[in-house]
C-alpha cells in the first residue's frame, strides 16, 4: 500500500523511498534532465507491481496517443490482482493541448487512489507553477511528490561522473572528466553511456579511467586534441600548435573547427575575466571562473603570463572573425587553412 513521504526530495531520497516500498499516491517528474526522471520511472516500474501482477495491475500511457479522461478513470480503479496498481503518463509534454488536458489531473491529485500510484512523466520543461495541476499538488500534502529534474550546466558535471564512477567502483582521471565533458556534452545518459563502454573495454580488474583511454575509446588522439591545442596556445608553443592543426585538417570528422572555435573562446574569455578579477589566488581564480579542477587553472595562469589583457581581447576578435570565414563569409579559403591563420593572429598581436 502506498506510504506518506515528504515532498521536495531529491532523487536519491525518491529512490531510497521507493526500494523501501514506501510509495507516494502521485508522482509529478519534470524537467530538461530525463537522466534522473528515468531513473525514478524504471524504480518504479520494478517495485511497485510484482512481476506476475503487471499484466493486470500496471499500465503504461504515452502523451501523444493518450485520452486524459481514460487515464484518469485507470488511476481510479482498484488493483486486480495485488495490493497496490502502477497507472504512469509518459511524454505527458507531447499531449494535444498539454496544458489545458494536464490540468484534468488537478482533482485526481487532490483525491488520488490510495491503493494506486500514478505517475505523470513531463521531460524538457517544467510544469507552471500557476497551473491547476500544480496548484493542486502544493495543497495536496504527502500524498505527492513533486521531483523537478533542471539541466546541469557544464561546470557541474564533474560532480556526476565522479558518482557515477564510485558507484561503478571505478576511479577516473580529472583530465578523462574534462574530456569527457568537452567531447560528449551535458547529457548526462550520453556521458554515462560512455563510462559503461569504456569500464567493459578497460576489462574486470581495471581501477582508473584515464585520459589516454577516453582518447582511444572516443575517436580522440591522445597528443592532438583540443586541450593540448588550448594548452599549447596557453604557453605560446608556436610550432606544436601548427603540427595540432595539421593533425586536424587530416582528421576532419574528430576534429570540427566549431569545437576548437568554442574550447578557444571560453579559454580566451576566462583569460579576460582573470585579468581583471581583484583576487588572482588560485582559490580566488577558481572561484571568479567557476574552476573545478586546478588543471584547467593551470592554463589559465599560464595565460596571463603570456597574454595581456588587451592580447586575449584581440584574440576574441579574431575568433569572431575566423567563425564567419569559416562559413563563407568574406572569404573562401579552407577552414583549416583558415585556423593556421587564426592562430598566427592570436600569438603575433600586440
Known sequence: MPQKVSKELTYRDVLDKIKKREFANVYLLMGEEPYYIDLIVDALERNVVKEDNKAFDQLVFYGADADIDVVIASARQYPVMGDCQLVILKEAQTCSGNKSQLDKFASYIMQPNNQGVFVLVYKGDNLSATSA?????????????????????????????KEYCR???????????????????NSLQ??????????????????????????ENIGISKEFNNFELTKAIS???????????????????????VMTTAMLQKFFSQLVVAHYSQDKTDRGLMEALQLKNTYSLNEIKNGLRMYTPRQSLAAISALREFDCKSKG???????????KELIFKIFTVS
Do not use: H
Not at 573562401?332 to 585556423?339: F, M, S
Open 133 to 161: 495541476l500544480m496548484k493542486a499538488a502544493s495543497k495536496a500534502g504527502d500524498k505527492v511528490v513533486v521531483f523537478k529534474s533542471p539541466k546541469i550546466r557544464d561546470y557541474q558535471l564533474s560532480g556526476p561522473i
Open 190 to 215: 550520453k556521458l554515462f553511456g560512455e563510462i559503461d563502454k569504456l569500464i567493459v573495454s578497460a576489462g574486470n580488474g581495471a581501477q582508473r579511467i584515464t585520459a589516454g583511454m577516453v582518447e
Open 329 to 339: 563569409i568574406g572569404s573562401l579559403q579552407n577552414e583549416y587553412d583558415l585556423q
Open 167 to 185: 558507484m561503478k567502483k571505478i576511479a577516473i582521471e580529472e583530465q578523462a572528466v574534462q574530456i569527457l565533458i568537452e567531447y560528449i556534452g
Open 235 to 257: 604557453t605560446k608553443d608556436y610550432p606544436k600548435a601548427l603540427r595540432i592543426l595539421d593533425y586536424f585538417k587530416k582528421n576532419p570528422k574528430n576534429n570540427p573547427s
